[in-house]
């Protein structure tokens, strides 16, 4: 019985066999990762990985999703975590010693930011992640000082992760087409991010980022004196968008 796919849950399925191929050869599964699959639908790309790796393991929320997995994959090869995966603990998958966890997804587009965030608790048990998201927020998460697409997702994420924008993905590829263009993004978690308070840092970008057109001495004002910006390496007359992410990092440790 063919499924619908729900809005609620954001699901557009992807079939086109040359994008899961390309994708496939983006991630290079070995069969003893330790992989986690994000929403995994119909199971298109859980089928492409699983002919490499001894087993996987999957987050689902759709129970019907779940009950067709449940029966179509030997427990013994596939662990399915039905639930939610903002409020999934992705530390709770055991990885061998030594190793770190693997994580893919065609993530839906109304909850991605959140849901990244949510990741970048688990960065540190994290080997690397590849997902496939709405271009533009790639975009906003791989933007460099300086660009009209650079802001709060490229500040908090790039602390965390080298990233990089592997390739686009047409409408056409899925089913439903969505009405934006896809693209998979590559993000490996950094060794050692500059030594920051994240709830901190999240502050002051947050309120940078609030009033993007002023200088950021007025965005600041009240957080931070013109001398204390000045201290943090920055010029009190540039806008958030060309404030680079140390001297973000740098603005936070003043606090």
């Not at 067709?68 to 399915?80: C, D, G, M, S, W």
């Not at 603990?89 to 849901?115: C, E, H, M, Q, T």
């Not at 490229?154 to 693209?183: G, H, I, T």
Request: glycine letters at 6%; a neutral charge.
């Amino acid at each position: 019985m063919k499924h619908v796919a729900r809005k609620r849950f954001g699901q557009n399925f992807l079939h086109d066999k040359y994008v899961l191929s390309s994708i496939t050869e983006a991630i290079a599964p070995a069969p003893d990762d330790t992989m986690v699959e994000i929403g995994p639908g119909l199971g298109a790309m859980t089928e492409q990985l699983m002919r490499t790796l001894d087993k996987m393991h999957v987050v689902e929320l759709d129970r019907d999703l779940v009950a067709r997995l449940e029966k179509t994959y030997n427990p013994a090869k596939l662990t399915i975590h039905a639930g939610d995966a903002l409020k999934f603990d992705f530390g709770s998958i055991p990885v061998p010693a030594g190793r770190k966890l693997r994580v893919v997804g065609n993530l839906p587009y109304n909850i991605s930011s959140p849901l990244l965030f949510h990741l970048a608790t688990f960065a540190p048990q994290v080997q690397d992640q590849h997902f496939m998201l709405q271009k533009e927020v790639v975009e906003r998460m791989v933007a460099e000082p300086g660009s009209k697409t650079y802001g709060r997702l490229s500040v908090m994420l790039q602390w965390r992760y080298d990233m990089s924008l592997l390739f686009v993905v047409p409408p056409e590829a899925f089913d439903p087409p969505p009405k934006v263009e896809s693209a998979i993004v590559r993000m490996i978690p950094v060794a050692n991010p500059l030594p920051c308070d994240g709830a901190v840092l999240e502050a002051v970008v947050l309120k940078a980022f609030s009033q993007r057109r002023k200088v950021i001495r007025n965005c600041l004002a009240g957080m931070f004196t013109e001398a204390q910006i000045i201290e943090a390496g920055i010029d009190p007359t540039m806008r958030p968008e060309t404030v680079g992410l140390a001297q973000y990092v740098a603005l936070a440790n003043l606090l």
